[in-house]
T-cell receptor
């Protein structure tokens, strides 16, 4: 497995502002993903972070709301833009060390007031 | 699109008993099925996985079985212990280039001492 870290671990933000979440992996990985997990719910894939090109978004998620960067094979950021209370959630990144297997970061707990 | 159903949503067992969680997937092209354990406030941890060329895989007290014809797979935990209490998620992925996961809805397992 790999060591995956996320910053910040939690934040409280005002509506209308934006927050950028960082995900760092201690080794180069092919795939990185961003998920959202509402309290008591399952994990929903937001997008696949592609190195050197635009992220691939899932249905219901758009680049203007969740811009993603992936400048290299160990790092990615997710920005939650123009936040509303409905964006309060846990945001997790994952890294694919092999073609199939994903390991998760510790998550960022976001509360929007 | 791909859908993964997971049952039951909650499961309580006596310590020492067995627990079984079942998932059904819809896309016959799916070929990789991981299971994650998520303790309260923690990241999902990969506990076991199975590929479609295998019918069963075991790791100590944990086993996973796969029925490709029926498109379902199950997690079996034997000799349950209080530390097995957590939420368990199944997932399915297919070789579509990104190996993205579709997660089940989760099962909250309580092991009663």
């Amino acid at each position: 497995s790999a060591v995956i870290s996320q910053k910040p671990s939690r934040d409280i933000c005002q509506r209308g502002t934006s927050l950028t979440i960082q995900c760092q992996v201690d080794s180069q990985v092919t795939m990185m993903f961003w998920y959202r997990q509402q309290p008591g719910q399952s994990l929903t894939l937001i997008a696949t972070a592609n190195q050197g090109s635009e992220a691939t978004y899932e249905s219901g998620f758009v680049i203007d709301k969740f811009p993603i960067s992936r400048p290299n094979l160990t790092f990615s950021t997710l920005t939650v833009s123009n936040m509303s209370p409905e964006d309060s959630s846990i945001y997790l990144c994952s890294a694919g060390l092999s073609q199939e297997t994903q390991y998760f970061g510790p998550g960022t707990r976001l509360l929007v007031l | 699109g791909e859908n993964v159903e997971q049952h039951p949503s909650t499961l309580s067992v006596q310590e020492g008993d067995s627990a079984v969680i079942k998932c059904t997937y819809s896309d016959s092209a799916s070929n990789y099925f991981p299971w994650y354990k998520q303790e309260l406030g923690k990241r999902p941890q990969l506990i076991i996985d199975i590929r479609s060329n295998v019918g069963e895989k075991k790791d100590q007290r944990i086993a996973v079985t796969l029925n490709k014809t029926a498109k379902h797979f199950s997690l079996h935990i034997t000799e349950t212990q209080p530390e097995d209490s957590a939420v368990y998620f199944c997932a399915a992925s297919k070789p579509s280039g990104t190996y993205k996961y579709i997660f089940g809805t989760g099962t909250r397992l309580k092991v009663l001492a």
